[in-house]
């Protein structure tokens, strides 16, 4: 090896780094955006369900959305197997009366799997995230964790915005 291949290694080494940290903390929110437990921390339990009127949906279908869509980019991601929900009625819930808080907890929890087991993903060195999925149909790991990261990002400010309206948003 040569010393430029060398400094050419080192140098791809320090942009791997880089790109796998700054994608972690885009995946974990907070900065141009917030994070699950912003968005949700505090949210009175009698509003999970109630949507305001001049907006289309209720925090519990937002966030049971997002669940669902973040679980299905990552098993596509992960398992060749993956059958993914029909579109659109298997991406969103109906919206109940009532979310009981164990239903509650646990969707909170399977998303925050999920969302651990995508910077997993990130974070292991070995997996290269610019290579295609071999069964993506073309797409690479780097779109798919980019994908979850905006969609969550999309809809957790859609989330703020229904506590907003709902008056139940700290200010």
């Known amino acids: 090896m040569t010393k430029g291949s060398d400094r050419r290694q080192q140098r791809w080494t320090v942009t791997d780094s880089v790109l796998r940290r700054n994608l972690v903390e885009l995946l974990h929110g907070g900065h141009a955006h917030v994070s699950m437990n912003q968005a949700l921390d505090g949210l009175d339990p009698e509003l999970r369900t109630r949507g305001p009127k001049r907006l289309a949906h209720s925090v519990w279908e937002l966030f049971e959305h997002l669940r669902i869509a973040q679980e299905d ?19 969103w819930p109906a919206n109940p009366r009532r979310v009981e808080s164990d239903a509650w907890s646990d969707r909170v929890r399977r998303f925050g799997d999920d969302l651990d087991e995508a910077i997993r993903l990130v974070r292991d060195k070995k997996l290269d995230l610019t290579a295609e999925i071999p069964h993506g149909e073309g797409r690479t790991y780097l779109r798919q ?10 809809h957790m400010g859609q989330i703020v915005d229904v506590r907003r309206a709902l008056g139940d948003w700290p200010s």
Do not use: F, M, Q, V
């Open 145 to 154: 964790i980019l994908l979850i990261a905006d969609h969550n990002a999309y």
């Open 73 to 91: 980019i990552l098993r596509y991601t992960l398992d060749r197997a993956w059958k993914s929900p029909e579109w659109p009625t298997g991406y």
